[in-house]
């Protein structure tokens, strides 16, 4: 039989992603604002939100279907939403040694595809998981519990986005050196020596994604294109909670490999039931190079500790510290805070969990305001954010698990310490099931060990602290010993003071870790956008890379030199 | 007391050497042949060699100075030169606290410093060390016991092309993103989110750098460069045998720091007796974050082990493998081949250790050759390069160590096989107490067991194996396994035949290793040039980084954002 003529032409896709590629390359080297993906739902066509939604409700309670994915026959699942449905949706499994086989007999022919094809390929997979984005919003929202607005922004075009630019790193990495070079050596009176030397980018082997429950997509897309822009063939491991999102991107990606002459297998699915072990068997299987991994640091320090074959990108949990200190706007900080505590229920990564505030007061533009007042009126402000049920369900999301769930009784209970603001149920019309609930904000003391022993361990999830302190100077030191010790993906400060501003931007440099100061706008601590702002720096123990940079992709492949005389 | 004014102005160092920068930027993308750093001895003035010579042995005997350099008191030394001369130099010792200490005092200012100082720094650093070629040219001869012009050229020039190679990747890597910009995000109807964003290189910590005996500069300048560009203090811990060449360069290093206004202690070094333990100490305190190796592989595996809170570069023991099939330049060949085995003894990372040759002969542009007449000429070809007792002495060098010195003893009384060329000693009328052996050429057989495992574990020094094996086929195999097992810094190849060729090409990028074909004239297998040719790939067990790449420089810094609103 001959082989089929593919579908796509490698030249078509190529040229028709240059400008995109083009555009990229600068965005990454200028750091201005710049997206190819529209985050407006509206941008995808009048139907796009009701075609999108329907075509996730038609893989509910149904078989996953993946075309040529190596299986035992065995189907696996199991998620629920945290908005209280079922999904119902079987994947197909496979055992390590299938999953394993079929990506390393697709390995050749990806690894020999050299740099541009691939980005070509990897940025059509984006494309087209663009064009679908409602779809991966509703399979994000009812994976993670974030509300759709979220879930469709942050799991579709920003995920696109963090795709995109870990595309462009990679194939600007193994495009540093030419594919072809000529040397000339002058030798005096003599003739020159002369040689042809050609480099060709070699991937390092299999690369294996391991997803997270909250952000499948966007802290999955930057490992998992990663990876593959730079030829090593993807297993993708899914959460047993969060295993859609990454399941749809998995059969985009097949579709386009196989219709662009590629085997399919180049991307693979590793579907489990929930309590499945099986990561820790894939991780150490000499063929896996590259491990890309999001979740608790006792398993990324595993990762790190076991995986000794393979270059492990980790991004663990932390203690993200915020500082309050003064500000000429008073009702901006509230509310830039109120919201970036609110947003998916505190269940970022990135969201500021301990408040710092100097026990003697701040000064703002409407006077000194205590710490009890700060701490009164940040309450006030989430709760006048929150205090409509269907406001506060578009910006909570539900609560992504039972730990999570269980951490917020707690608070209520009043066992991490004296509430400020007590978490409340929010009711959801749309979803009955949902566990929606309000953040709780605790009042500690820098000075209380038990207090300390509390707030300085991470807290994941609609619960924070208002830390009193006794200084400006004792907040900026716990900001850098909170970070330097549990790690943090972000740093926040809010100050008018010149001379606390430079102290804040030397502990952040000191401890490793980005720091947003006076946000009262729009943008807010715990958002980085793609093209501009690093995703962790890589240089504290909550993570040991950054989406992205040069490190990110440089060690996903080596390079050989071939050379001959001229 | 006022701060002393700086002697060297940083702006003006900068100045200085900025046309250089820019050069070497644009030699890393053509990889054509560059250098600013001439390797011809008659290049470094009139009385250059005489001056170098002199300084050289005005070392002899002394107290190496280091002034400011943290000590407790005691004295270490002890080189014996393979060239049978004691250099009797006592270096200042230090305890690990007291250079960790002293690295930590210097590590802010060098932090704060910025990539275009430091790149400005370690240029001059590299200038004044190019100008004392000559002085660092006898200090790696009486250390390594390499021939004076190849240690001159080697330790010299090419090495500070190597050190100057890191130093601009670290300048390029730290300068991809720009130090701030604007961030301008279009907010349809209402006005844009604006934000300013400044972006900071983070430095890992302190580096450690541990040298090798054979190579101190060459596969030293590397790590150290890197490791200095990227804002990393180093400490320097050279091989107890060769020591004086690297302290000569922290030595260099202190001066131009101190002038530019900087702590000298920024470089320390931590000499230390033969037999010492210390690199193990140092390698797993906390504060070294990043660590260069080269040497054996038992102790670089035990680093990469160990040394978790640091990021390790290697290059460790490997077996090299060259594949001779066929060649339209018979005599070429083998005087590229026997010059490759002959330099500096076979004691380089980079000199072939097995000549593949098919059992049933090869094809020439001289007629057919069988397997015995191949490994006759090639020994005759070695005998004639070297019956000169003078000039063998010029090639060969001396042996460096009582290690490789029992291995030509094992190798003479037949030990590892049937000798087709029998090592003899070369006589010195400068250096009576010089051990110059010449190679021994091994007659083995890749289908008996016992000599597969001699020729397949590597044998340092002037011992090189004639491997007869079945068939072309059957040599790319071997030199593909050996590569992928054992190991291997560099693979060569003489073919005439396309598909043989293509297969060496597919074995060379399957098995990782970098490939020359055809070499006949005055390219050798075992040496690279930098800007152009990468050293290693970091793709087999040999090592795991290059000289030099993205990945060899990208992560010895993080960089941390810091964003306010515009």
């Not at 193994?174 to 000339?184: H, I």
Request: hydrophobic share 40%.
């Amino acid at each position: 039989m001959a082989a089929a003529t593919p579908a796509l032409s490698v030249a078509e896709l190529i040229e028709r992603h240059q400008d995109t590629l083009d555009r990229a390359l600068a965005a990454i080297r200028s750091r201005d604002y710049w997206s190819p993906y529209p985050e407006f739902p509206k941008a995808y066509g009048e139907s796009g939100a009701a075609d999108g939604k329907a075509a996730f409700e038609a893989l509910l309670g149904g078989v996953f279907a993946l075309d040529g994915h190596p299986t035992d026959g065995e189907l696996v699942g199991g998620e629920t939403s945290p908005y209280g449905i079922e999904l119902g949706i079987s994947y197909p499994h496979a055992t390590p040694d299938a999953l394993i086989g079929a990506l390393q007999a697709a390995r050749p022919a990806w690894a020999a595809a050299g740099p541009a094809a691939r980005a070509a390929v990897c940025l059509e997979i984006l494309d087209r998981i663009n064009k679908r984005s409602h779809e991966f919003g509703h399979a994000v929202m009812h994976t993670t519990g974030q509300a759709y607005g979220m879930a469709f922004q942050a799991g579709g075009p920003h995920a696109q986005d963090r795709g995109l630019e870990a595309v462009v790193y990679a194939f600007a990495e193994q495009t540093r050196l030419p594919e072809r070079a000529d040397w000339t050596k002058p030798q005096g009176k003599r003739d020159p020596l002369t040689m042809v030397k050609e480099f060709t980018v070699v991937p390092r082997g299999l690369a294996l994604l391991i997803g997270c429950n909250t952000f499948p997509t966007w802290n999955g897309y930057p490992g998992l294109f990663a990876s593959l822009a730079t030829g090593n063939p993807v297993l993708v491991k899914p959460h047993p909670r969060a295993t859609l999102p990454l399941a749809l991107t998995v059969r985009v990606a097949r579709e386009v490999l196989a219709e662009a002459g590629f085997d399919p297998n180049t991307v693979c699915l590793a579907a489990e039931h929930e309590g499945s072990t099986v990561a820790q068997v894939l991780a150490v299987r000499p063929e896996v190079k590259v491990i890309d991994y999001t979740g608790s640091t006792s398993f990324g320090d595993w990762l790190e500790a076991n995986a000794k074959q393979a270059q492990v990108y980790t991004e663990k949990a932390g203690v993200n510290t915020a500082v309050v200190e003064s500000t000429d706007n008073y009702r901006g900080m509230l509310a830039n805070l109120a919201f970036a505590l609110s947003l998916y229920s505190g269940q970022m990564c990135t969201t500021p969990q301990n408040i710092l505030i100097p026990r003697t007061g701040i000064d703002t533009d409407e006077g000194s305001k205590s710490y009890d007042e700060v701490v009164t009126d940040l309450a006030a402000a989430i709760d006048g954010l929150l205090g409509d049920d269907a406001r506060a369900a578009a910006i909570l999301g539900a609560v992504v698990n039972p730990g999570v769930l269980q951490r917020t009784v707690q608070a209520a209970g009043g066992e991490f310490g004296e509430l400020a603001l007590t978490p409340r149920v929010v009711a959801s019309q749309e979803f009955p099931g949902a566990a929606i609930r309000t953040p709780a904000l605790v009042k500690v003391d820098s000075d209380k060990p038990d207090d300390r022993a509390t707030f300085l361990s991470e807290c994941f999830g609609p619960v924070s602290f208002a830390v009193a302190v006794e200084s400006a100077e004792a907040a900026v030191e716990l900001l850098r010993r909170t970070t330097a010790e549990q790690g943090a993906m972000t740093a926040t400060g809010w100050t008018v003071d010149a001379t606390v501003e430079a102290a804040l931007v030397e502990a952040a440099l000191d401890s490793g870790v980005s720091l947003s100061l006076n946000l009262t706008g729009g943008v807010y601590p715990n958002q980085t956008a793609a093209f501009s702002d690093l995703h962790g720096t890589g240089a504290n123990p909550a993570a040991n890379s950054a989406y992205c940079d040069g490190a990110f992709v440089a060690n996903r492949f080596r390079t050989v030199e071939i050379r001959r005389h001229s």
